[in-house]
């Protein structure tokens, strides 16, 4: 949309961008493309949001389990539609935003049902805790504070990196689980990092409620996790070798750079081999 080229982009120049410049070319490639995303997704998630709410308005744990079951089977599959749009735009796989949306409920929606649950399950809780703390008389304990933050940034911090390997490789939950532990251990400020920025987002969003629900359809989940993932993906791509095998699995969604001279080389090249068809 042109938000960002004329301050920081430098195009055709054969390679792919780091730092800042990188993530302004990435926002002003696929920022419409994130908007509907995020639209599809929070519909996703509007039967669990609907479900915690009333929950939390009649103070009733017996509503609030089978609303966060049922929603997280639709949160989970619009969740795996999200974190593949953000994927596909780091790697830079080529193909069109409904496309791959759909290819993506394709391939996940099975195996992100559960998870889905699950994480559901403990966002509900969650954000039921924070609502009785919010009624409460008088604000609870410094200790109880510290555990509910200390749990719910492990929360974020596990969700952070099984959310992208259920999207991108085929293989058990176990295995899942056990790769972000083993992640978690040897990059734990990193990941602790991008998940303590997730739920500084999320706390501005939730303390300025009712009036940053307007921010939702333009924000919404898009934004916050793809600055975390951008933040993250370089590990990522390095731990988990995460193109090299997308490119020998699926070449057609591999990535493909050339600097502006390449580009007019190749198009006069293609020109001549036209008019020489042309004149035979």
């Not at 669990?48 to 744990?61: D, H, P, R, T």
Request: with cysteine; proline share 4%.
């Amino acid at each position: 949309m042109g938000l960002f080229s004329q301050n920081f982009l430098k195009g055709g120049t054969g390679h792919r961008l780091t730092g800042l410049p990188r993530y302004s070319e990435l926002l002003d490639r696929d920022l419409r493309r994130f908007l509907l995303v995020n639209l599809l997704t929070l519909a996703g998630l509007l039967p669990f949001l609907l479900g915690v709410l009333a929950a939390v308005l009649s103070s009733s744990i017996l509503l609030l389990i089978p609303a966060c079951i049922l929603g997280g089977a639709i949160a989970g599959p619009a969740l795996s539609g999200m974190y593949d749009a953000v994927l596909r735009s780091l790697r830079d796989a080529p193909g069109k935003c409904l496309e791959n949306y759909k290819r993506a409920w394709k391939q996940n929606w099975r195996q992100s049902i559960l998870p889905g649950i699950l994480f559901c399950v403990l966002l509900g809780f969650y954000l039921f805790m924070l609502m009785m703390f919010w009624q409460a008389p008088q604000l609870p304990g410094f200790g109880t504070l510290a555990l509910y933050l200390c749990s719910l940034v492990l929360f974020t911090m596990f969700f952070s990196l099984y959310w992208p390997q259920l999207v991108l490789f085929e293989q058990s939950g176990r295995q899942t689980a056990k790769n972000c532990l083993l992640f978690l251990l040897r990059y734990f400020w990193k990941t602790l990092g991008c998940s303590l920025l997730q739920v500084l987002y999320w706390g501005v969003i939730v303390l300025f409620l009712p009036w940053s629900a307007v921010l939702l359809p333009l924000t919404g989940l898009w934004f916050i996790l793809f600055t975390a993932n951008f933040l993250l993906y370089g590990t990522l791509n390095e731990v988990f070798r995460i193109e090299e095998q997308i490119a020998q699995a699926f070449p057609e969604q591999a990535a493909f750079y050339e600097s502006d001279e390449e580009w007019l080389r190749r198009k006069q090249s293609e020109g001549k081999q036209t008019e020489g068809r042309t004149d035979k």
